[in-house]
């Protein structure tokens, strides 16, 4: 399967005067890559989100750099140079913890290509694509019109070869080229960009792009688990997590993506009420993220999968199975379904598991298990989850209550609270003694 090569484009160009960006607002190391570039002869471009922020007139997250130069050109001009990626090669230079990625132009399928670098799935997926080319031919293979601006450090303007800028000032998101279906079997991680792209920017899907994405949401599921960790990330820490959650479900992305979870929500009973945890929780995230205060991986994903856990453990303890086997087989098997369709890593699958079972031993705050749980590393991620449960009735809000009340106290406190928890003061100091039974006179 090939795409057609489009002829060259010309460019609409917004001089220095005619666009807002200035180099004031880029970063200082990628303004070092793109000079580096420019004076060993090869043409270097900052590209995509960050021009796209800059134009909207945000503070880009990360700068990405487009050039005519091949990454092994790139590695010899920077000793603080890694290459990366299979299935397209890419130029990491890195500054302390800052990264510039550096991409060479790309060329569509079905140009000349000298190093033989293209494979595509029998579905037309894109599996390895280290195929060069032009600028021109580099803007037609990019995906959104709003991600295909060029901002060119030779002469500060901006080249717009899509129509990026005016889909921009209309508020539209819209895919490049007139075949949007083929574009998303190309990568149907495309879809969940437009997601993230239509929640964080504001910005309405194209009819045609939205009617692709109804019919073709199932090609989700032929995307490697471990690419799609990431992308789930990204969209729920956009910044707009509950619009990205309306939207997957709308458009099906959700089922492709949480098939546990989904089945749960779906619920004519309890689907409504176990959705609004999520809900809530991704509230939670929106505002932290507002606030500029960490968020967690694992704290997502424990949330997306609490109603499947709470719903396998159930139909456990119903089967008159151990309480505790029951959480802990639970646990286990909606993790190992999960990473069919998207992985989590273990590193964040243990806290995963932490988190939920801290919420089988908050409630047991008795005696010195409540001092023990302070000392407890995810004790306040813990402790965090359970306060959301609370807030939408599926935990006691009085155990949240007591648990914020125990934090803030001092020991004294703390040791009477653990002897009568729900804040009473302990009834007694010393234990009783056992009587001893009177004997019966035979």
Not at 101 to 128: M, W
Not at 129 to 146: K, V
Not at 348 to 364: A, F, H, M, T
């Amino acid at each position: 399967m090939s795409q057609p090569v489009p002829a060259p484009i010309e460019p609409r160009v917004y001089t220095r005067d005619q666009h807002p960006i200035s180099r004031a607002a880029i970063s200082e190391n990628a303004l070092k890559v793109l000079y580096r570039l420019r004076d060993a002869g090869f043409r270097s471009c900052l590209v995509g989100g960050g021009v796209r922020d800059l134009l909207l007139g945000r503070e880009p997250k990360d700068f990405d750099v487009a050039t005519d130069a091949h990454p092994d050109d790139v590695r010899r001009l920077f000793r603080n140079c890694r290459l990366i990626g299979r299935r397209f090669r890419l130029a990491h230079v890195t500054f302390g913890r800052e990264i510039i990625e550096v991409a060479t132009f790309r060329a569509p399928f079905g140009a000349e290509d000298e190093e033989g670098n293209i494979e595509l799935s029998e579905e037309g997926r894109i599996l390895r694509d280290n195929c060069y080319g032009t600028i021109e031919q580099d803007a037609w293979r990019r995906d959104f019109t709003i991600n295909a601006l060029y901002y060119d450090i030779a002469n500060y303007a901006v080249l717009d070869f899509t129509n990026g800028v005016l889909d921009l000032h209309e508020g539209v998101l819209r895919l490049i080229g007139d075949e949007p279906e083929q574009r998303l079997r190309e990568d149907p991680v495309r879809m969940l960009r437009a997601v993230r792209f239509s929640a964080k920017l504001g910005l309405r899907i194209a009819p045609e792009l939205d009617h692709a994405m109804h019919r073709h949401a199932g090609l989700m599921t032929s995307v490697a688990p471990a690419r799609l960790f990431d992308e789930v990330i990204k969209l729920f820490h956009s910044g707009a997590a509950v619009t990205c959650l309306d939207e997957l479900e709308r458009f099906g992305l959700f089922e492709a993506l949480f098939p546990q979870a989904a089945a749960c929500f779906a619920d004519p009973e309890l689907g409504l009420e176990r959705r609004a945890f999520l809900v809530e929780a991704l509230k939670n995230t929106d505002a932290r993220i507002r606030d500029e205060l960490g968020v967690h991986p694992a704290f997502l994903y424990a949330a997306v999968l609490w109603a499947a856990v709470q719903r396998e453990a159930q139909a456990r303890l119903a089967a008159d199975e151990d309480p505790v086997a029951a959480w802990q087989q639970a646990m286990s098997v909606v993790l190992e379904r999960q990473v069919q369709r998207v992985s989590i890593p273990k590193r964040y699958s243990l806290v995963v598991r932490e988190i939920w079972d801290l919420q089988q031993r908050l409630p047991r705050n008795q005696g010195g298990r409540a001092l023990k749980l302070l000392t407890h590393p995810r004790f306040r991620a813990g402790y965090d989850f359970l306060c959301l449960r609370a807030r939408v009735g599926d935990a006691d809000p009085d155990l949240c209550q007591w648990w914020t009340e125990f934090q803030q106290t001092d020991e004294a406190r703390q040791q009477a609270m653990a002897r009568a928890p729900g804040g009473a003061p302990a009834a007694r100091t010393r234990p009783r003694r056992r009587r001893r039974k009177a004997q019966s006179a035979s």
